[in-house]
């Protein structure tokens, strides 16, 4: 009581005013949790997304694509993930396509985005609902995918040296994606004769894939 008097009664009154709603909600919050949601920062909200993502392949393009994401928000003064509005959003996309980024990577860096806020949503609890999803995608054009010919299979292999040709005849005789080619190592060849073991993109999922007579003999 006397740490609250001040120089006059009435500053002494709504010291202890001040000090009952302290307490009240000190008391409010140790039965049933605090009256208002704690507000999560950039650097808090990737870290949880990096833990979570801990085994991905790829987890480095996603840390550099959220940390320019905090740097965007931040300089915006959009300082917590709560505060993150689908006009920001907008922006960052205008900005993204201003420094020359293909709608490919501009959707790319709206994806890592979007499934660190799903992550907010379903998981931690931290967004009733993800802001991601309330902004226009670029559209983007698929690749033109086609096989080569016999002849331009012919060229490329002719110009590739020692090194690439084995490389290269694996990516045409399996289909693989180039990291996944260069992932394989010999015991994936040896752990069931007559196949190569193979992973997805991401890493997750193995195949087995024949191997074919000409593949065979490199």
Request: contains cysteine; glycine residues 4%.
């Amino acid at each position: 009581h006397k740490r609250m008097v001040g120089a006059t009664r009435a500053m002494a009154v709504e010291a202890e005013k001040r000090e009952r709603r302290r307490l009240d909600t000190a008391t409010f919050a140790a039965r049933w949790g605090p009256l208002e949601p704690a507000l999560t920062s950039w650097e808090e909200a990737i870290r949880r997304y990096l833990i979570a993502k801990a085994d991905k392949r790829s987890l480095d393009h996603d840390r550099a694509r959220l940390t320019w994401w905090q740097t965007f928000l931040v300089g915006r003064r959009v300082y917590y993930l709560q505060s993150l509005t689908p006009d920001h959003l907008e922006a960052a996309k205008a900005a993204l396509a201003g420094a020359g980024r293909a709608p490919a990577t501009v959707t790319r860096y709206l994806a890592v985005l979007r499934h660190l806020c799903q992550l907010a949503v379903r998981r931690w609890h931290l967004l009733e609902r993800n802001p991601v999803l309330a902004v226009d995608w670029p559209q983007v054009r698929p690749p033109e995918i086609r096989i080569p010919t016999a002849a331009e299979r012919a060229w490329l292999l002719r110009a590739a040296g020692r090194v690439l040709r084995p490389i290269i005849l694996t990516a045409l005789y399996t289909g693989l994606r180039k990291m996944a080619v260069m992932r394989l190592t010999a015991e994936d060849l040896r752990a069931r004769p007559g196949r190569i073991r193979a992973q997805d993109e991401k890493g997750r999922k193995t195949v087995w894939i024949p191997v074919v007579p000409t593949l065979a003999t490199t």
